[in-house]
C-alpha cells in the first residue's frame, strides 16, 4: 500500500456488502448513505499515553469492519475506483468473524 | 451473530414491546419515535482505562435493555428485517430483570 | 418494578406538586413546562471510577426529589398514565424532607 | 425550609435591591433582567472528589450573594410570590458584607 | 466596598482610558466596544486546586489591567454611575505598570 | 526555510498528486476541495507534557504526508506561489512512503 | 512598554511584511485578513501548572512570529497607529529566524 498510517489511526477500503456474510446483510438504515463497511488494509502504531508507552491497535490489517456514518477522511484512488478512508480506530464499531 | 464489537460497545436487537413485562409497558414518550428497547446480542471486552487494564461491561448478551433515543449506529439485516444498533454501553439507561 | 438502571443512573416517576409540602409548592417559573418533581423508584450501584472503585449514589429510592427542566429520557408506563424518568444523579437539584 | 440540596448546589432566593446596602446599589447592566442578588436559604454538602473526600462549600445560609445571570434553575413559591433558584456554588459571583 | 469575590474572580470598575499612560492609549480595535480597561477593586482568595490547596491570584487590589472583551458579569453601581465587573482572573490580559 | 514551529506544529507545503506514486492516486472525494497532501518542511520540538518532558514528533523534515480538510493555518509564498501550512502532528492522516 | 502580560500571554505589535525575509513572504490565503505576522513585545511568566510550578515560555521579547487569524484580543495604540494584539502563546504558529 504505501500508507503509514500515523497514532491510532487505520486505513480502510469500503466495501459493497454485495454476498451474505456471517454476520448478515447489514446495511446502513439510510439507504442513500454509503456503506459503513470496509476491509482494513493498514494500522498505526497506536496512540502515545501519557506516560510515554503506546496503546497498540485492536484490530489489524484484514479485519472487515463496520464504521460509524461520519467516520474518516475519504480519499478516492482513480487508479481502481476505490474508495479509501483514515479513521480513528475508535470510529470503528465492530469486527466481522 | 459472528460480529464482536470494539471496546465498551454493545449489539441490540430492537424490540417491540408487544407484551407486558415485569417492567410494565414503557414506551418513549413521543409516540413517533422507535422504541428504545432491545435485547443484547453482542458485548465488547470493555473499555482500556488510561493505566492499560480493561474494564469490563455490565450488561451481557441476552439483557433486555432500555436505551437513549440518540443511541449507536443503525443497521438492517435484510435477511431478518430487523433494525441493530451498535452503541455504547453508556447508552444503555436500564435493565428489565 | 423490574427495571434496574445502570451507573449514575435513577428513575423517578413525575410528580405533580398537589399538595402542599414542607418544601411549599414550589413550580417552575415558566408554567409551560412540565413539573419537575418526582418520586424516586429506584437507583443504579453508581459511577465506577477511574481507579476501579464505586461510588455510591447519595439519593435512594423512596425520595422526593426536584431536578432539572432538560432532565433524563422519558418513558410513558400506559398501564398506569405515568411518566417515567430515567437520569442521571447529577441532575436532581435537592431532596425534599 | 425542608429541602435539601445535592452536592454543591445551593438554594437562592431571589431579592430585590430596594435598599442601599454597603455595597452600593449593584444592578444588571441590563435592566430587563431580572435582579441577579439573592439570600442563601441552604447549602449542599459539597462537591465529591474523585479520591472521595467532600469538598465543604465557601458560602452559607444567610450569605447575601450576586450571582451570573445565568445561573440555577428556577422556580416560584407560589405560597409566597417568590422566586427560588438551585444553582451551583460556582454561579456566585461574590457575598456582600 | 462590602463585596467579597469568591474563588479565582476579581472585581474591577471599568475605566476610561483618558489621559495617555506609561502603557500609551491602548483602545479596542472596534470603536464601538466599550473600554476593556479598569482598576481592580477586590480579589478572591483563589482558586481551589484539586489537591484541596488554594492556588492565590496574581492581580492584587489597585492594579489598572486590560481584560477581555467577554470578560465578566457586569453591574451598573447607580450611585456613581460607574460599571462594575466581576470576572476571572484569567480573563485579564495584562497589567499596566 | 527560516521558519522555526512551536511545540507539536509541523509546517507542510502543499503538492498536487501529479504523478502515481507508491500509495497509488490519492484525492480527495470532494474534486472541489485543495488536495491534502504535501511535503513536511519542518517541525517543531514537541508538546510539552504535564510533566515538563518534550514528547517527539513522529513525522519529520522530507516525508510526504496526507492530512485533514481543515488542517492547519494557511499562508501563500508569493515568490513561489506556493501554498504553506502550518498543522498540528495530531492533524496528518498518514506518512506515503 | 509598560504592559506586564499575565500567565501564558504574549503582546505582538502586528507587522507588515512588507520586504522579504528570511522566511519568504508568507501572506494569508485570503487577501482579505489582517497579516498575522508580528514582533513580540512582552511575554508573561508562563502557565502556572496544577502541581503549582509554572512553565516558561518558547517565544521572547524581539522574537518575530507568525500567528494564527484568530489569535488575541485586539488593541489599538492611536498614539501610534499601531495593532496591538494580546494573544496565547499556543496562538503562536511559529518563529521566523
Chains 1, 2, 3, 4, 5, 6, 7 share one sequence.
Request: hydrophobic fraction near 40%; include cysteine; glycine fraction near 10%.
Amino acid at each position: 500500500m504505501g500508507l503509514k498510517p500515523l497514532s491510532d489511526r487505520i486505513i480502510v477500503r469500503r466495501q459493497e456488502a454485495a454476498e451474505k456474510t456471517a454476520g448478515g446483510i447489514l446495511l446502513p438504515d439510510n439507504a442513500k448513505n454509503k456503506p459503513q463497511r470496509g476491509v482494513v488494509l493498514a494500522v498505526g502504531p497506536g496512540k502515545t499515553l501519557k506516560n510515554g508507552t503506546c496503546q497498540p491497535l485492536q484490530v489489524k490489517a484484514g479485519d472487515v469492519v463496520l464504521f460509524t456514518a461520519w467516520a474518516g477522511d475519504e480519499f478516492e484512488d482513480r487508479s481502481k475506483s476505490e474508495d479509501i478512508l483514515i479513521m480513528h480506530e475508535e470510529d470503528v464499531l465492530a469486527v466481522l468473524e
